[in-house]
């Protein structure tokens, strides 16, 4: 039987538009689905916007617009980037969805009627661009105002009546799952949950707003006067994405469902989700994959901070989504905040992608042209190259699902590293028989250009194209194992950037 692989990536706010930061989850989410498709798996890939709540409520009407049209307005965007970025994703979930909000409503009666749901007075400092409530140990005090530290800006007093989830009385089942589980990967960031489980407690969640004062979301099944916490709304989107409570889909996806997130939303997606999880009788998630932050200046980018890279900026440095993607995932640091650098993106570009794998595409298809007719018959397999190959397609097999995408491309482009090195050595340039020598080389080409399909989809099958092979499962990947190669053309892949420093 197939196995099954299901991965979200946040659903966004669409207050505006995404950034590198939103794409670097999107990319990684997109790699893992692409990833497991190739080991030949089900696998259901769900994205989207995140589009109710007091933040989309004030943007809009800095626009002068209602936020749906607001909202509508800016969700063809994000599917422009997302398809830019040749991101695959099965579905595109909006919280405005019909059968979205049908989910929440339905959700929220389950808590009513199983008696999670009670009323009561919130007091509290409020941001709304994180859309959650600071207490008196997570904010920063400046000059006598209290400041939220993601965004840097003044946190907003709000008191008023409610209604609260009684998520305290899971307090222990949550810990155990925090702390006893593999779940939250990597586990530096379970300890950092599980500490603040065991310091301050799971405080009950105020889940309702009311309308006077946002009136943009998923009304209140049992109180009309109010909205959904919009956190509470947003979260549910993991479960309408495959069909909760209508689709028999649901129990296949749910059990290996990966929740890919930025570390900013670790105790909503976790605390928060694993309770909400245990009193609707789901199981909790698979895994919740945490990534740092792409940082520039020293700080989170973000649109509040003004120290933003936009996809655009990327795509004019770095021409395609192919090498955009790359360098993404090659700065992709899941426990440590990593540094925009040009500087270092643009010497990954030059000195991996166009000298060593550009390189290596173009001197293998024009010598088998040239010396060939582009017609490359299987001949003594090379060993130490066959050796290396294999070690690759083991070592990469283990770092993806290890979630180490970084280290799997340094590993692959060993690989190319070591064929360059090998067509130095054996040189089909000059020797009277060059066969064995460029079997051998699109041979190891071919190897590293499978392994690398998930994270470079175009350019990999655009090699594949033109030294005449095929992008197989994984599984079937093997040394050797393709006769004859009818190589058409030698693409130039990357047309180098000019370093600022040079
Ligand atoms: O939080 N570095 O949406 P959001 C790395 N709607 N990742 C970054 C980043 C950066 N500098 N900036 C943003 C929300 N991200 C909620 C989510 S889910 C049920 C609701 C990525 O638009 C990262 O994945 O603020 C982060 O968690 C997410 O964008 C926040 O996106």
């Excluded at 830019?84 to 009513?112: C, G, N």
């Excluded at 080389?441 to 194209?465: C, G």
Aim: hydrophobic share 40%; aromatic share 12%; charged share 30%.
């Amino acid at each position: 039987m197939k196995a099954s692989f299901y991965v979200t990536t946040p659903i966004y706010y669409p207050n505006d538009l995404p950034h590198i930061g939103h794409a670097y989850t999107t990319v990684l989410a997109d790699v893992l689905a692409r990833w497991h498709r190739l080991k030949g798996s089900n696998v259901f890939f769900l994205t989207g916007t995140d589009e109710h709540g007091l933040k989309l409520q004030r943007a809009a009407e800095k626009k002068g617009v209602k936020p749906k049209e607001f909202v509508d307005r800016m969700v063809p965007e994000f599917k422009k980037y997302w398809r830019l970025l040749e991101i695959s994703y099965d579905r595109f979930i909006r919280t405005t969805d019909v059968d979205h909000e049908e989910v929440v409503k339905k959700a929220l009666e389950k808590l009513y009627s199983k008696g999670l749901i009670y009323r009561g007075v919130y007091k509290g400092w409020y941001c709304s661009s994180c859309e959650k409530f600071y207490s008196e140990d997570e904010y920063e005090e400046k000059e006598g105002k209290k400041i939220c530290p993601i965004h840097v800006k003044e946190l907003e007093w709000v008191e008023e009546e409610t209604y609260f989830l009684k998520l305290s009385a899971y307090q222990d089942q949550v810990l155990k799952l925090v702390r006893d589980t593999d779940i939250i990967h990597p586990r530096g960031y379970a300890r950092e949950i599980a500490s603040k489980l065991e310091k301050e407690g799971l405080r009950d969640l105020s889940i309702a707003r009311p309308k006077d004062r946002v009136y943009w979301g998923v009304e209140l099944p049992f109180d009309d006067r109010y909205v959904v916490y919009v956190w509470i709304d947003a979260l549910l989107n993991y479960l309408t994405g495959i069909g909760y409570g209508r689709d028999g889909r649901f129990e296949e996806y749910w059990s290996v469902v990966h929740h890919v997130i930025g570390k900013d939303i670790l105790w909503f997606h976790t605390a928060i989700w694993f309770a909400v999880l245990l009193m609707l009788d789901v199981p909790p998630p698979k895994k919740v994959l945490v990534h740092a932050f792409i940082i520039n200046r020293g700080l989170k980018m973000g649109k509040s901070v003004g120290n933003v890279v936009m996809i655009d900026d990327m795509f004019d440095r770095y021409y395609s989504a192919d090498s955009v993607r790359y360098l993404l995932m090659r700065l992709l640091n899941l426990e440590k905040d990593v540094e925009f650098d040009v500087e270092l993106l643009d010497n990954m570009y030059n000195g991996e992608l166009a000298d060593t794998y550009g390189n290596l595409v173009r001197r293998v298809g024009v010598l088998s042209l040239k010396k060939l007719k582009g017609v490359v018959r299987r001949r003594e397999l090379d060993e130490e190259l066959s050796r290396t190959s294999r070690e690759v397609i083991g070592e990469v097999l283990e770092l993806m699902d290890d979630y180490k995408i970084s280290e799997s491309l340094v590993k692959t482009f060993d690989l190319l590293r070591a064929t360059n090195a090998y067509l130095n050595k054996t040189k089909p340039w000059e020797v009277e028989d060059p066969e064995p020598s460029l079997y051998n080389a699109i041979e190891a080409t071919r190897i590293a250009t499978n392994l690398l399909n998930p994270v470079m989809p175009s350019i990999t099958k655009k090699v594949a194209d033109a030294l005449g092979f095929e992008i197989v499962e994984v599984d079937k990947l093997k040394y050797g194992g393709v006769k004859e190669f009818l190589v058409k053309e030698a693409p130039i892949l990357f047309k180098k950037v000019k370093s600022r420093t040079s």
